[in-house]
């Protein structure tokens, strides 16, 4: 029985999910130009740039932590030293004002990212695309 139970559970999860993901899609064209989604063995989920870090398997993850990508900010990787990983909270607040919420995690008022791009809305949905892809 607690199989069925955690297979329903998952299930209902996945219906939640699926609208965001779909608004998610639609708003990946605004990250793609620097980020892509690629799978550990190499499959390549979302289309995208290389001049941003992968984002499979962002939700949970600790910020700073694709290896493949040796371009974090100073602040960024201040960022990670606190411990910071990726919620769905902390997520949407970053894309929302990048800069505002390094400097609010460092507590360094002078810390900037390197993205360029605020993304005010959406973020939930970005968040439950790229989750989808990492599952």
């Known amino acids: 029985m607690?199989?069925?139970d955690k297979l329903n559970g998952a299930l209902v999860a996945m219906l939640l999910w699926a609208p965001a993901a779909?608004?998610?899609e639609r708003l990946w064209a605004d990250c793609r130009t620097c980020h892509a989604v690629t799978a550990p063995d190499g499959?390549?989920?979302?289309?995208g740039g290389r001049s941003g870090p992968d984002l499979y398997g962002i939700s949970g993850r600790a910020a700073a932590a694709d290896g493949s990508f040796a371009f974090y900010s100073p602040a960024?990787?201040?960022a990670a030293a606190t411990?910071?990983?990726w919620s769905e909270d902390n997520f949407v607040a970053y894309l929302a004002n990048?800069?505002?919420f390094l400097r609010a995690v460092t507590g360094d008022p002078q810390a900037s990212a390197e993205?360029?791009?605020q993304m005010v809305q959406g973020g939930r949905d970005?968040?439950?695309y790229l989750r989808s892809l990492s599952q």
Request: net charge positive.
């Open 2 to 4: 607690a199989g069925i």
């Open 22 to 24: 779909n608004a998610g």
């Open 43 to 47: 499959t390549v989920l979302a289309r």
């Open 76 to 78: 960024m990787r201040a």
């Open 83 to 85: 411990g910071l990983h």
């Open 98 to 100: 990048p800069d505002q």
């Open 115 to 117: 993205m360029h791009v």
């Open 126 to 128: 970005i968040y439950a």
